[in-house]
């Protein structure tokens, strides 16, 4: 069965302090992995997208890292700010005929306090 | 439209009751996903459309569930006699083509709940 799982299922952190939130899947074939973030009351807003050839990708204090050998991602969030408190999803497409299906990690809740 | 944008952006329905939720996509988006997402939880496939054709409706939970795209912009998605499970956060989604890098525009939602 195709599947995402996220670790750690929540996290708070020191405002200014860098964290890594991971994700493990077993979609295959593999399309692409996104990372979204889904700030509470609003719909989920994509911070990366890497397809198989890609290790890692870079969104301001936002870097995505890929181990497509091992279906492994993390991302990793530097200097975190306040705003940064939301759910972090993972998202993996799997190439099914002319579109992909879509399959998304339960998220990790990230809480950043001052 | 600049986004995509869902209405009503909250319901309450009682036990019993049928209910329409409403999907408008960016201008032009060929693809229309339906995902529902329960409280904790990440947003779980419900249905695609591409254009006007439904391709894949496997996640409806129920028959109590239906969605249509006629003209293939906005899409509604409409929930039968509606059970106390079926109270979550419903969300489309739209994107431009099909191909394997395509990015995904949310919704903000519509958060049901059933009473």
């Known amino acids: 069965k195709n599947q995402v799982e996220q670790s750690p299922q929540s996290l708070i952190i020191l405002e200014g302090k860098n964290c890594t939130l991971q994700c493990n899947y077993t979609v295959s074939p593999f399309s692409n992995l996104r990372w979204y973030k889904q700030d509470t009351g609003r719909g989920p807003v994509s911070l990366t997208i890497?397809?198989?050839?890609?290790n890692t990708k870079s969104n301001g204090r936002y870097t995505a890292t890929l181990d497509a050998d091992t279906k492994q991602s993390s991302l990793h969030i530097t200097a975190s700010q306040l705003s940064d408190s939301a759910s972090y999803i993972c998202v993996v497409s799997g190439v099914k005929t002319s579109y992909d299906k879509v399959i998304f990690g339960p998220g990790t809740s990230l809480s950043v306090i001052p | 439209g600049a986004g995509v944008s869902q209405s009503p952006r909250y319901k309450v329905a009682k036990r019993g009751q049928d209910v329409a939720l409403r999907c408008d996509p960016i201008s032009g988006h060929v693809s229309l996903f339906w995902y529902q997402q329960a409280l904790g939880q990440g947003p779980e496939f419900l249905t695609y459309f591409q254009n006007e054709a439904q391709l894949d409706k496997s996640g409806l939970p129920s028959d109590r569930f239906f969605a249509e795209r006629p003209e293939g912009s906005v899409s509604t998605l409409k929930i039968q006699r509606t059970q106390q499970e079926d109270s979550a956060v419903y969300l489309c989604?739209?994107?431009f083509g099909s191909g394997i890098t395509r990015g995904y525009t949310f919704g903000s939602g519509t958060r049901l709940t059933v009473v």
């Open positions: 989604a739209s994107s």
């Open positions: 890497m397809t198989f050839s890609e």
